[in-house]
T-cell receptor, first 118, second 114 residues
Framework: SAVISQKPSRDICQRGTSLTIQCQVD?????MFWYRQQPGQSLTLIATANQGSEATYESGFVIDKFPISRPNLTFSTLTVSNLSPEDSSIYLCSVEGRGGSGSYNEQFFGPGTRLTVL | AQKVTQAQTEISVVEKEDVTLDCVYE???????LFWYKQPPSGELVFLIRRNSFDEQNEISGRYSWNFQKSTSSFNFTITASQVVDSAVYFC???????????FGAGTQVVVTP
């Protein structure tokens, strides 16, 4: 299984500033995914991050607002720029990994970063 | 476009009751994957199951069971003999890939009281 850690676990930021979230995986993975969960809502995919290429963004998400880095196969960062209160959410990193049930692949999620924008 | 509907916003049960969570999906893909996740109050997402569109067999794992019916585009989840620790938000999700880009439903909050 894949163990994912995220830093910071939570932060409170001022409007107009930026926050960079780190995601570290304990094994090499081809693709890493960033999701957003707004308060009381479901999860929405922001982008897919491949090592060595630019991230692929989903509709409604743009690189200027959510720049992503993927310097190697175990690490990625997501920056949320020019923060506004509407950016207050939980941001989750996700990877595919081999689960406990043999060859069964699972989609693992990190513990999330809870961002509050004042 | 893909869509996942979890019509039940919240379900409240007393411990030891069974609870069934509905999940209805829409997709034009012939190959797709369905997932269930649990999100307890602590916030982490716990993977429960992944099922591909060619495998309509129902599955049982302990007190959990899943009923996949392509004819009605449903992938329902039942918790048998519920326990307080089952209290969480449960998400159904759909993907055209075996993993990665998941389309989540709105989630169903399950509250189990002693």
């Amino acid at each position: 299984s894949a163990v994912i850690s995220q830093k910071p676990s939570r932060d409170i930021c001022q409007r107009g500033t930026s926050l960079t979230i780190q995601c570290q995986v304990d094994s090499q993975v081809t693709m890493m995914f960033w999701y957003r969960q707004q308060p009381g809502q479901s999860l929405t995919l922001i982008a897919t991050a491949n090592q060595g290429s630019e991230a692929t963004y989903e509709s409604g998400f743009v690189i200027d607002k959510f720049p992503i880095s993927r310097p190697n196969l175990t690490f990625s960062t997501l920056t949320v720029s020019n923060l506004s209160p509407e950016d207050s959410s939980i941001y989750l990193c996700s990877v595919e990994g081999r689960g406990g049930s043999g060859s069964y692949n699972e989609q693992f999620f990190g513990p999330g970063t809870r961002l509050t924008v004042l | 476009a893909q869509k996942v509907t979890q019509a039940q916003t919240e379900i409240s049960v007393v411990e030891k009751e069974d609870v069934t969570l509905d999940c209805v999906y829409e997709t034009r893909d012939t190959t797709y994957y369905l997932f269930w996740y649990k999100q307890p109050p602590s916030g982490e997402l716990v993977f429960l199951i992944r099922r591909n569109s060619f495998d309509e067999q129902n599955e049982i794992s302990g007190r959990y069971s899943w009923n996949f019916q392509k004819s009605t585009s449903s992938f329902n989840f039942t918790i048998t003999a519920s326990q307080v620790v089952d209290s969480a938000v449960y998400f159904c999700a759909l993907s055209e890939y075996s993993w990665g880009k998941l389309q989540f439903g709105a989630g169903t909050q399950v509250v189990v009281t002693p």
